[in-house]
């Protein structure tokens, strides 16, 4: 199968690579759409100590059941064709934190395209309790941001907002924008955001979010005037750089909250006497948990939550250069590889745009029995889609058509 494999610092190539072989307990999934995630960047560039080279990334997916493994059942959800996502963070299963709900902070956890080869590729196997089965209306499309809109329900949710706080949101990349979305369902209508990047902040004014500009010494003097010297209860860091970091602390009202969630930086200083006398808690969030991933699925199957906007979607052998532009500064809303894009079919993702909704012809689904079913998935799945494959290669889910 085709992959993009990250093979050294600012390296990545389209290879052909084995499939993953299936475990017992897995499901094949053969990739509609892989986001480019912003912490995938320090890794291109070599700065991650989680993502060493060969490697496959990709940690943000939807898909087709390719085939399941010999001891998952098949139901009417989960059987080949169907379309799905999956939590690519899987934990043990049995320490105190997993059997807690906190999967995200186990000690043995996995992560997709990190410690195992992610979805950068044709064919990924997960297993399968971490499968979710898309609902009917849910493209793949929005399926494939339900990890990044995670990230963002997990982070307001521990900030403990309400309906009177003042927010601001430092980093109007994707989880960003899903944060002031997410900030929006819970009710805060003062809403604050920043970033270098005219476009991504331009499309965050869009929501309604206030712009805050970035002046000589940061944002703390434009923060205060615009809150008449409040200051913000609540602020996140989307970014992680000493310099948002350091700005979302002197933005924030003594008794307030910070918010850290970006990656960019391992060590910052900040001004910790002002931090102890205004009593200002720092919180780290990391990733969801799995009723977070939950509730990002099924905000954005109901459109409660979605990027459309600036979201680009590009066949996997246009990943490095991707990589590379993302890496310097570009400014889309979110980048989603296509690996299935290699027939005629599937190449009509790129028909997807914010005013109609399109889903991808799923795979028909070849009945066959259970021995068969890890053997011969790929190639009687692969024959089904073909078939299946509707003049031009896409069709408009009417379901859809409810945004
Ligand atoms: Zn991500
Ligand atoms: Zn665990």
Redesign the pocket.
């Known amino acids: 199968m085709k992959a993009l494999v990250y093979e050294a610092p600012q390296v990545m190539t389209l290879r052909d690579v084995p499939a993953p072989s299936l475990g017992t307990d897995q499901v094949l999934i053969r990739v509609a759409f892989s986001g480019i995630?912003g912490?995938e960047l320090s890794g291109y560039l070599g700065q991650n100590s989680l993502r060493r080279a060969p490697l496959v990334f990709g940690?943000?997916l939807s898909g087709w059941v390719e085939a399941l493994g010999a001891d998952v059942p098949e139901t009417a959800e989960l059987h080949p064709g169907a379309a799905v996502t999956a939590n690519p963070l899987v934990g043990c299963g049995t320490c105190g934190y997993c059997i807690t709900g906190r999967q995200q902070l186990c000690p043995h956890r996995l992560l997709l395209g990190a410690h195992v080869p992610g979805c950068n590729a044709e064919l990924v196997a997960v297993p399968a309790h971490a499968v979710l089965p898309l609902p009917a209306a849910m493209s793949l499309h929005d399926a494939a941001m339900v990890?990044?809109a995670a990230c963002a329900v997990q982070a307001v949710q521990v900030s403990g907002v309400g309906p009177s706080s003042r927010a601001l949101v430092v980093g109007a990349g994707p989880i960003g924008m899903f944060i002031l979305q997410v900030l929006t369902l819970h009710g805060v209508n003062e809403r604050y955001v920043s970033d270098l990047n005219s476009t991504r902040l331009a499309r965050a004014v869009e929501t309604g979010a206030i712009a805050v500009p970035v002046g000589p010494n940061g944002l703390s003097e434009a923060v205060q005037r615009l809150s008449v010297g409040h200051g913000v209860d609540v602020a996140f860091d989307a970014v992680g750089s000493a310099q948002t970091r350091r700005d979302c602390v002197v933005s924030t009202a003594a008794g307030g909250r910070v918010i850290l969630v970006g990656l960019h930086s391992d060590e910052t200083s900040f001004p910790v006497n002002s931090i102890i006398r205004s009593e200002i808690s720092l919180t780290g969030v990391f990733a969801y948990t799995p009723a977070n991933f939950r509730t990002a699925l099924d905000w954005l199957a109901r459109r409660r939550i979605g990027l459309a906007d600036g979201v680009v979607i590009a066949p996997l052998a246009d990943g490095p250069d991707w990589y590379a532009r993302l890496v310097a500064g570009e400014g889309a809303a979110k980048v989603l590889l296509t690996p299935g894009a290699t027939d005629t079919r599937t190449k009509t993702v790129c028909c997807h745009d914010s005013s109609t909704q399109h889903r991808l012809v799923p795979p028909r689904s070849p009945v066959r029995g259970a021995g068969e079913r890890a053997s011969a998935g790929r190639g009687a799945a692969r024959a089904g889609r073909k078939s299946a494959a509707a003049p031009g290669g896409c069709m408009t889910n009417e379901r859809e058509g409810n945004r």
């Open positions: 995630c912490s940690h943000e990890e990044p």
